[in-house]
């Protein structure tokens, strides 16, 4: 069990934690983006390639924290583009694409471009190439080499959904939606007067000191983004203290799964498409009981 805050030391941490990290955090962070980014163009396989090169997870979307400081940048190939179902009947399935760029050989011209930047690259990861940290300079970077991936869907704007596939070394495949997860992340922390990012900040900040101490085993900072976007902008919206705003949205989510009728299973991810718990995901139910149960005891709300 984690050691249990006083409320002094808990309205102290909050102030402290509802801002992201500092202006000289965020040039580091600037700077491993701007590095990659000058690794692919310089990179003469890819020049020509409709290629994005983009930051994705908590960086862009403004809920990173001082202990999470890495940063994720994707290099997405948007041509071709990868799909199922409808598009790969109409457009004609995967199967038949006899063109150069393979997974293969994105992975390889990525891993390329990032030796040629950077002198060394860890490859043994299963999805992504590592780049390590150097020290007062810029964080360690986790570079993706993903296709763009496209999913019909008549309920969307547009008639689909882009989103990214990454391949793994182990042959499954990975769909995120990164850009849907920042527009959402947006629109949702807009509509509950900048609070929904506020929150997930200190879950994050609250994971990361339960795992320190032994309390709970370490989690994806992603998770806390994950169940504080499932909870109703009402509830963000209700109470005037901030402090009283981070516990009705742990009381929330905490009723959210432990509810009879399947709450959980209606929690989806911030980009609104893919549910937080089921088959792929890094968690379970019972790493969210434990850590929102954590949570409510470290942060003393016990009263």
């Known amino acids: ?10 309205i102290a941490l909050i102030s402290r934690w ?5 202006a000289s955090e965020q040039l580091r962070l600037e700077r491993a983006e701007r590095m990659v980014k000058q690794a692919v ?6 020049h020509g390639l409709d290629i994005t090169v983009a930051s994705k997870g908590s960086y862009p979307n403004n809920t990173n924290v001082r202990g999470d400081s890495d940063v994720d940048i994707m290099v997405k190939l ?13 457009f004609g399935p995967q199967d038949t694409y006899a063109g150069p760029w393979t997974r293969q050989k994105l992975r390889r011209e990525v891993e390329a471009a990032l030796t040629n930047q950077f002198g060394w690259v860890d490859t043994d990861h299963n999805l992504a190439l590592y780049v390590p940290e150097v020290v007062g300079s810029r964080p360690s970077i986790d570079v993706v080499p993903c296709f763009k991936w496209v999913a ?15 391949y793994g070394r182990n042959g499954k ?6 850009e849907l997860q920042l527009i ?7 509509t509950t007067n900048y609070r929904f990012k506020f929150v997930v900040r200190v879950l994050k900040n609250v994971e990361n000191v339960l795992a320190s101490e032994g309390a709970i085993k370490a989690l994806p900072s992603y998770f806390s983004e994950c169940l504080i976007y499932n909870v109703p902008d009402n509830v963000f919206l209700t109470a005037d203290m901030l402090d009283d705003v981070v516990r009705e949205s742990l009381r929330e989510v905490y009723r959210q799964l432990t ?15 893919k549910k937080v718990f089921g088959e792929g995901q890094k968690w379970t139910e019972k790493d969210a009981r434990e850590l929102i149960d954590g949570a409510w005891y470290y942060l003393n709300y016990e009263g």
């Open 1 to 10: 069990m984690a050691r249990q805050l006083t409320y002094e030391q808990r």
């Open 184 to 190: 959402n992340g947006r629109t949702k922390n807009k």
């Open 152 to 166: 019909y869907d008549s309920a969307a704007p547009g008639g689909d959904y882009v989103g990214s596939v990454v």
């Open 78 to 90: 948007n041509d071709p583009f990868h799909t199922e179902g409808l598009a790969a009947w109409w």
């Open 41 to 46: 163009l310089r990179h003469e396989p890819f």
């Open 18 to 22: 509802k801002n992201p990290p500092g």
């Open 173 to 178: 495949r990975v769909i995120n939606w990164p």
């Open 259 to 273: 509810a009879t009728w399947f709450g959980s299973q209606r929690m989806v991810e911030p980009n609104g498409i």
